[in-house]
């Protein structure tokens, strides 16, 4: 396949990926516009996060960004992909579950309450919107139909993004930028395969989280509370699912799940972890990949710094399967820029000392100047 990099850069951008800058920018601006309007409604109502607990945060903060998040996807989608079918089922099924965990934000609900809401919500979209998986693929571009496999694997696949986003929202900034760059990777995946409409899905989810990602970086003035967080995971899964359903590409779910592997592994290993503790996977704790990394001495900006990075490499191996090599080369140079930043800063910070006396001989002696 021909790298957006290569010699026909400027046209494979200009038809594969530009069309899902505009529903980025409408979905940006929305979000931007209705975040002071989550806020009033959040203290109206009540939805706020207090400080102390769980909670690093310092001040009473809003917890109504998925209303935010949601209007500018939404608005966006509704303006760019109306002729799109499809679309309508990922509006309604996300709008649903940002508006059911509102009461999650609200008053906290049983786990298996929410986990019924979390299945109910991924049946609708398999069931009723048909968003399914119906193959996977193996190296040597076999296709393996899943046949009576379809309903279960496509519903565990949703309600393990909702999880997952659910899991990674620990600290300011991390889910909305995390999902923000998998959405990136989603259209330059799906504007190699030239299925546009993906493209501009991709194209509003990653501009609503980069709207939203104005307000709640370190240090956050409001977050996206569970009520976002499961409209990210619902939307992004279905998109994921409606990016292979028309093509029979080998791992074509390679991009975002590589995008995602740090949190879904740390998802994954915190469900063990309980269950080997005999606890619910719902209770909460503090051992999250985000929390180990703040307690090696990480802020919540460094710890965003590297889920950002790992996201972004991890990401741009899965893209190398359609085509875009050159773009693990890019992202390979910043990431390694970002993470000599972070580790930098961490040094001046804690006051960390690298010990090489050999170094001594590279540097003239005061008396011999």
């Known amino acids: 396949m021909t790298d957006f990099f290569g010699s026909d850069s400027l046209q494979n951008l200009r038809d594969h990926v530009l069309p899902g800058l505009w529903p980025f920018l409408v979905a940006l601006a929305v979000c931007v516009a209705v975040v002071p309007v989550a806020i009033f409604l959040s203290r109206r109502y009540g939805l706020i996060a207090e400080p102390g607990g769980r909670h690093a945060h310092a001040n009473p903060t809003p917890m109504l960004g998925g209303l935010a998040m ?51 919500l991924a049946v609708l979209a398999v069931v009723v919107f048909n968003t399914k998986i119906t193959f996977f693929s193996v190296p ?55 299925d546009i409409d993906i493209v501009k899905l991709g194209g509003a989810l990653g501009g609503c989280c980069a709207g939203f990602l104005l307000f709640n970086f370190h240090p956050a003035r409001i977050f996206m509370g569970d009520s976002g967080a499961h409209f990210l995971g619902v939307a992004l899964g279905m998109i994921s699912i409606l990016g292979i359903a028309k093509v029979a590409v080998a791992f074509a779910l390679a991009a975002p799940v590589l995008a995602l592997a740090v949190p879904i592994a740390d998802t994954a290993w915190a469900i063990l972890r309980r269950r080997m503790r005999r606890e619910s996977v719902a209770t ?78 590279l540097l003239a002696l005061p008396s011999t100047r």
């Open 70 to 120: 949601y209007a500018g996807f939404a608005a966006a989608v509704l303006i760019f992909s109306h002729d799109y079918a499809p679309a309508a089922g990922v509006v309604i099924v996300s709008g649903l579950a940002m508006a059911l965990l509102v009461i999650d934000d609200r008053k906290p609900m049983k786990p298996l309450v929410k986990l019924g809401i979390q299945v109910a």
């Open 140 to 194: 040597g571009g076999h296709i393996v139909h899943l046949g009576l496999l379809i309903v279960p694997m496509s519903v565990f696949w949703l309600v393990g993004m909702q999880n997952t986003v659910n899991f990674l929202d620990g600290a300011d900034g991390l889910a909305a930028g995390v999902i923000a760059i998998v959405a990136v990777i989603l259209m330059l995946a799906a504007g190699e395969l030239k």
């Open 284 to 361: 909460p704790d503090l051992l999250h990949l985000h929390h180990r990394l703040q307690s090696f001495g990480l802020d919540q900006r460094q710890t965003c710094f590297v889920f950002y990075a790992a996201s972004a490499l991890l990401g741009a191996v899965g893209l190398t399967l359609f085509g875009h090599g050159r773009i693990f080369a890019v992202v390979l140079v910043f990431t390694a820029a970002l993470a000599s930043t972070v580790a930098t800063d961490l040094l001046s910070h804690t006051g960390w000392r690298v010990p090489a006396p050999f170094l001594r001989r």
